[in-house]
């Protein structure tokens, strides 16, 4: 019958976008140190480690795709993926300027937000400043982390960073780019932007150094970058594996800059996965 066939066209379309676009239809809402985070959880195996996906200076829950999902579901583990305060779905930024401590105050919120879910085992990912927010993390709060992969982190500031800072904010003035981060962001794009723009931009930021914070970290530790990231050199890697003591490990994406999960999905993906599979 011809509805039998619309709805099995249905079914197998919708199949195919919850696979491969990673719909989240379990979003959700938490107040944490008054502020409302957006966030989405999925619980897998309770017995299993919860992956937590820290998103970059632009992104936000949604901007992840399905890659958060296919690494959930290929490593049995449980998943949980949140905007931060002034991203995506989550409330507005409640502060003009940030500091130089901005990745450390995140990484203290995530603390905070680990507890309130009374998280028993975590494994972090975490890309660009959500990379830099991990490490920062595995460096102070050692209870209960399994390990971190970090993509595209950085541990000090370069020329090439503040280079591609700068095309950006050419960029956001003389194509669309504002209108499709706002597809993410909604009435907290400007705000987004600017607060990644002019805050690395700060003279004062030139001093950001977390090399002596790395010596701290004590789980295991791996490094993914972009061997044509536009935002760091190897040396962000290289201080990296330098400084942290624990056993750690580094990859380096071929054909990718600085999203290697997108450039490059699957030997990023698959390196992912065996390395999370080497922490249960």
């Known amino acids: 019958m011809p509805w039998i066939n619309k709805f099995k066209a249905f079914f197998y379309l919708y199949s195919f976008l919850k696979k491969h676009l990673f719909i989240m239809e379990n979003t959700s809402t938490i107040q ?44 049995n583990c449980n998943l949980f ?13 409640v502060i003009e300027k940030r500091t130089i401590t901005y990745m450390h105050d995140e990484a203290d919120f995530l603390n905070a937000l680990v507890k309130q879910f009374n998280f028993k085992e975590i494994i972090l990912f975490g890309h660009s400043d959500g990379g830099t927010i991990a490490l920062l993390y595995a460096a102070k709060y050692h209870e209960n982390l399994k390990g971190i992969v ?10 090439v960073t503040l280079n591609g800072i700068r095309a950006a904010k050419i960029a956001y ?48 530790t791996l490094v993914i970058q972009g061997i044509d990231d536009e935002f760091g050199t190897m040396k962000q890697v290289d201080g990296i594996l330098e400084n942290v003591k624990s056993r750690i490990e580094s990859y380096i994406v071929p054909n ?18 065996a390395f999370i599979d080497t922490l249960q």
């Open 150 to 159: 970090v993509v595209g982190s950085h541990i000090i500031v370069e020329d």
């Open 32 to 75: 944490i140190n008054n502020a409302t985070i957006n966030y989405y959880h999925h619980e897998i195996n309770p017995s299993k480690p919860t992956l937590i996906f820290l998103h970059d200076s632009l992104g936000s829950t949604q901007l992840w795709r399905d890659f958060p999902k296919e690494v959930a579901e290929k490593t």
């Open 173 to 220: 003035k003389e194509t669309n780019l504002a209108e499709r981060l706002a597809k993410y962001h909604g009435d907290n794009t400007q705000k987004v932007f600017e607060m990644w723009t002019e805050t690395w931009l700060e003279p004062d930021f030139m001093n950001f150094d977390i090399r002596k914070e790395l010596k701290t970290i004590e789980c295991p």
């Open 256 to 273: 990718a800059k600085h999203t290697p999960y997108k450039e490059n999905k699957l030997p990023t993906l698959e390196k992912t996965i």
């Open 81 to 93: 993926i949140y905007d931060r305060q002034g991203y995506g779905k989550s409330s507005p930024f």
